[in-house]
């Protein structure tokens, strides 16, 4: 398989989970999905896989809310390391 056959599977894998996704999302929430997109394309795959793992395995069951899925990104996200200056 070429190098340009693979994009494209990884694309129509990446669309088929994106559909499944927009079924367990709010309006509101889907609207934050696609900002985050548009942001950071490697979050968004993060979330897309999180969400099809999720729906799979029966945690999601029906749409989330926009607060729910803001609860689910806090989640998904790493920790921030603290710095400290020292003068």
Sequence with gaps: ?????????IQKQLQ???NTAR??????ALTRYFTIK???QEFAI???IFISQAINQKYIKEKLS???FKELLK???APK???????
């Design 66 to 68: 926009d607060e729910e």
């Design 16 to 18: 088929t989970l994106e």
């Design 81 to 87: 390391k603290d710095f400290k200056v020292i003068r």
């Design 38 to 40: 548009s942001a950071n």
């Design 1 to 9: 398989m070429s190098s340009e056959e693979e994009n494209i599977e």
């Design 75 to 77: 989640k998904l996200q």
């Design 23 to 28: 079924k367990y999302l709010s309006k509101e």
């Design 46 to 48: 993060q979330i897309l």
